[in-house]
């Protein structure tokens, strides 16, 4: 039996996306190359750390840590920048019905992140107070597809993994999901989200009895 739901945020509750490859391209214009918005999606759910060395790659560049460690400070600077301003309009279709929802027949709601700005932004577009738990980069020392934020939160919300859905929006959120034992449910694309156990469009329409249904149906 589901009892708890743990949301990935960028892409799943809000489109950062937007703001993070507008901060990443910044950093790599400065450095004389640009990255493309699909190369940006390899992105999607790793740390900043790691996206540093995977842009760095494109543009066939290596720093020292220190340099390094200031480059991925001033992506950040430009990320909360870009944030600061955001509000439930920011809020993607169906996440804070559902999210409501959940609450409201008692059941349990975490976040499973990579940010570092969660807490940020789950306060901006007034959330906050839903999430029994937030569990993100600031917390976690391993990166998707290693399950830890998901494991964290199961044990947060004192479940088995078994008792829980997660709902990401990229490739290694939900292999992080699946290594976990979670029900992994994919928002987006089919083509991309094929290894999730249910693919759904967007969160737009979506209940807890129509959840329920599509896992019966799997």
Same mark, same amino acid.
């Given at each position: 039996m589901i009892k708890g739901y743990i949301f990935d945020l960028d892409g799943v509750i809000v489109d950062t996306a937007?703001?993070?490859?507008?901060?990443?391209?910044?950093? #790599?214009?400065?450095?004389?190359?640009?990255?493309?918005?699909?190369?940006?999606?390899?992105?999607?759910? =790793?740390?900043? =750390?790691?996206?540093?060395?995977?842009?760095?790659?494109?543009?066939?560049?290596?720093?020292? #840590?220190q340099k390094m460690a200031e480059m991925a400070?001033?992506?950040?600077?430009?990320?909360?920048?870009?944030? @600061?301003?955001m509000d439930k309009s920011e809020?993607?279709?169906?996440?804070?019905?559902?999210?409501?929802?959940?609450?409201?027949? /008692?059941?349990? =709601? @975490?976040? /499973?992140s990579a940010s570092k700005n969660s807490m940020r932004i789950l306060k901006a577009t007034k959330?906050?107070?839903?999430?029994?738990?937030?569990?993100?980069?600031?917390?976690?020392?391993?990166?998707?597809?290693?399950?830890q934020v998901f494991l964290m939160g199961a044990e947060a919300l004192k479940l088995k993994p078994e008792e829980c859905i997660v709902f990401e929006d990229s490739i290694n959120g939900i292999k992080a999901a699946?290594? /976990? /034992?979670?029900?992994?449910?994919?928002?987006?694309?089919?083509?991309?989200?094929h290894e999730a156990d249910i693919v759904i469009p967007s969160l737009e329409g979506i209940t807890i009895e129509k959840l329920n249904s599509l896992i019966a149906q799997h």
């Open positions: 937007k703001y993070h490859y507008n901060a990443w391209r910044r950093l #790599a214009n400065t450095l004389d190359f640009d990255i493309t918005e699909e190369q940006n999606e390899n992105l999607k759910g =790793v740390s900043r =750390v790691e996206s540093l060395e995977y842009i760095l790659g494109i543009g066939n560049l290596q720093f020292s #840590a400070e001033q992506k950040n600077t430009w990320y909360v920048e870009s944030i @600061s301003n809020l993607l279709p169906g996440s804070e019905e559902l999210i409501k929802e959940i609450k409201n027949k /008692g059941l349990k =709601v @975490s976040l /499973g959330l906050i107070d839903y999430f029994d738990a937030v569990i993100d980069g600031t917390k976690t020392t391993e990166s998707k597809p290693h399950p699946n290594n /976990g /034992g979670f029900v992994s449910i994919g928002v987006g694309d089919q083509k991309i989200l």
